[in-house]
């Protein structure tokens, strides 16, 4: 027997299929329907990804496009302006970047703690064992039934906490108008009173201002955070905490030495995630913010915020002001980018640190 | 602390009997549960110090069950329960008031896989160190603890790079490395070869040998031959799935060398001779 037997000379070469069949083999090259399915198949996925490309990329130059004759006529003083007054003829947005800045970024810290302590809490078993303790104390532990409970109750409390993500923001925003603010409102003059010479209490809630906001946010985002970072927690190997286990760590040595390190990157993605739904919610914050030009590090007092900003003026803009708005409008999508840029090179490096 | 041990009763079947201030622990344990399942009954181990004991047996019978008992690492499974005794250092590890976490540090314990954390190479074998709030020097350590595992000639200049940059056998290595680090009394290591090459099995293997003048080791492994060259002691478990049985039982404790050449027992005997696996 030849070791060469496909170089065989003499027989025709088909292209594309260098080998046949022969008689009684399995074996068969792919037939043609399956190389057309693989080809379109392909071909449908190059498409469908380019469209997406090109579809951001189409409106992101439509909004440059209509923004273009408000950046020539305003110039950088747009971004630099404290005050938006159709009457007087100013326009600057200093105010609501600053409060787009601000709200979100104290509604991050604050859905990111809550949010990764529920997620931890979810995922390290903490709730079932203690179901699973309480049931062990009735000695119906091992029931079919009862015995099945701890999992389940992990898991509709994990669905409990994503369903929050799914509540229109415009319900948030009545939530936190008509249950948040009064609910608050006696301790921020309790601490605006007794604590005022602090920045951030030095004025009083008068109604919607930046802690309202804050909350709402902070609880809207939370969902993303938490679900992001239980699937990153539960995705660490078993074996890494065995070995944190078997070293003698107790549980929360484990969790804060060993668990939460190597989920960080995907607890990492999930607040970027986050940030960047907290700078573009609109709705709950235009109700809740104020709707005021201030530059102001009180939490309680009014400011406003850009998604606000195009939301509250967009009804009764004329041309001139359409054009002011898409101006705004791309200043907020600028920032969102540059958050989103930041955070892959974030999860970028970190990854790379990882594996080194 | 070894020498108040007292011996637990001995079993019906012939037990080695190195000497009782020898015995480090002394496993001894009558029925073993995961939720309703039984795994492991009538199983009684003594550990000598400064030897390495082997657990070898058909897959399921329950050696991994065994030796995680010896650290309370089977305390983290849920429906976990346990009757009998396991004595270390004058007490039973089972006592209620004592701390598992206390237990675990004082009986290191090796994975079947490699467990490196995802950190640098010095910081995976200071963990320890840091856990028990090490107050000296840690990169005098971390050296000794490397160079008992045989890794610090390989990884002293990369001290810094990510330990999961490793080849298997050496996060290995590293993993040996971070468990001795903290110089605990025993080392508890579960089939520590059994994802690593011929090679890198040898070298363990070697280390082992090595370590046992320091420490004490038990060891699971399904490898005969293994057992063969480095314990001094072995145990055979069985299940027997044939009579329908899924519990495992300790058949047989001896000597290595008695256990190979001369297995008192028809199951010890067909498993040696290779009949079952
Ligand atoms: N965490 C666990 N939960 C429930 N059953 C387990 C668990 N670990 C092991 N078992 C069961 O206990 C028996 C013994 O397992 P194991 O100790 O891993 O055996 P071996 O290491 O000898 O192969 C097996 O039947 C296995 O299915
Ligand atoms: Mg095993």
């Known amino acids: ?356 | 602390m070894a020498a108040s041990v007292q011996p637990i009763e001995p079993n019906s079947r012939p037990v080695a009997s190195p000497h009782d201030h020898d015995i480090v622990m002394h496993c001894d344990i009558r029925e073993l549960f995961y939720g309703n399942f039984k795994a492991v009954r009538d199983t009684s181990i003594p550990i000598k110090k400064n030897s390495i004991t082997a657990f070898i047996g058909p897959s399921g019978c329950g050696k991994s069950t065994v030796l995680r008992c010896l650290n309370r690492m089977n305390d983290l499974v849920r429906g976990f329960r346990f009757e009998g005794k396991v004595r270390f250092r004058g007490r039973d590890i089972y006592e209620t008031g004592i701390d598992p976490v206390a237990v675990r540090r004082f009986i290191g314990m090796v994975f079947q896989q490699p467990n490196p954390f995802a950190t640098s190479i010095f910081n995976n074998v200071a963990f320890g160190l840091r856990l028990n709030g090490y107050k000296g020097d840690k990169a005098a350590k971390v050296e000794s603890a490397l160079r008992g595992a045989a890794l610090w000639d390989e990884v002293k200049d990369k001290l810094h790079k990510s330990g999961l940059s490793l080849s298997g056998g050496q996060q290995q290595r590293l993993c040996i490395a971070r468990a001795i680090a903290t110089e605990p009394e025993v080392l508890l290591m579960d089939e520590p070869c059994s994802a690593l090459d011929p090679i890198a099995t040898r070298k363990i293997e070697e280390l082992m040998t090595d370590l046992r003048k320091k420490f004490t080791i038990a060891i699971v492994t399904h490898n005969l031959q293994q057992a063969q060259r480095v314990a001094d002691y072995t145990g055979f478990l069985y299940v027997d799935t044939s009579m329908g049985g899924r519990t495992g039982y300790l058949v047989e404790f001896e000597q290595s060398r008695k256990l190979f050449e001369d297995p008192q027992h028809k199951h010890t005997k067909e498993y040696i001779r290779g009949e079952f696996s």
């Not at chain 1, 999508?333 to 989103?340: A, E, M, P, R, Y």
């Open chain 1, 1 to 356: 027997m030849s070791a060469h037997s496909s170089a065989q000379p003499g027989l025709p070469v088909l292209p594309g299929a260098l080998f046949g069949s022969r008689q009684g083999e399995i074996t068969q090259v792919p037939s043609p329907l399956q190389r057309a399915v693989d080809v379109t198949f392909r071909r449908l996925c190059h498409a469908f990804a380019w469209f997406t490309i090109l579809l951001v990329t189409f409106i992101v130059l439509r909004i440059a496009m209509s923004a273009a004759p408000a950046m020539r006529e305003q110039g950088w003083g747009f971004l630099t302006g404290r005050v938006w007054d159709a009457n007087a003829g100013q326009f600057g947005i200093l105010a609501q970047i600053w409060g787009t800045l601000y709200t979100s970024i104290l509604a991050l810290i604050l859905g990111t703690a809550f949010g990764v302590a529920a997620a931890v809490f979810l995922s390290e078993g903490f709730l079932g064992s203690t179901i699973f303790g309480l049931l062990k104390y009735f000695g119906v532990h091992l029931h079919p039934w009862w015995g099945r409970l701890p999992d389940q109750i992990e898991r509709i409390l994990k669905e409990l906490i994503e369903l929050l993500a799914a509540i229109p923001s415009v319900v948030y925003g009545l939530w936190g108008i008509f249950v948040v603010i009064p609910l608050i409102r006696p301790l921020c003059h309790a601490l605006h009173e007794h604590a005022g010479w602090i920045p951030l209490f030095s004025t009083d809630l008068s109604g919607p201002g930046v802690l309202p906001a804050v909350i709402v946010l902070a609880i809207m985002i939370m969902p993303t955070v938490t679900a992001i970072s239980r699937d990153a927690l539960v995705s660490v190997p078993v074996k890494l905490r065995m070995a944190a286990y078997g070293l003698g760590a107790t549980r929360w040595e484990s969790i804060f030495a060993v668990i939460l390190p190597t989920a960080s990157r995907g607890i990492a993605g999930g607040i970027v995630l986050a940030f960047g739904r907290a700078l573009g919610e609109t709705m709950a914050l235009a109700m809740l913010v104020g709707n005021s030009n201030q530059i102001n590090l009180s939490l309680f007092s009014p400011a406003n915020t850009l998604a606000a900003l195009l939301a509250n003026n967009f009804p009764e803009a004329g041309p001139r002001e359409v054009g002011l708005l898409m101006y705004a409008a791309l200043v907020l999508l600028g920032i969102t980018l540059v958050v989103n840029i930041m955070g892959a090179f974030i999860l970028q490096r970190a990854a790379k640190n990882a594996a080194e």
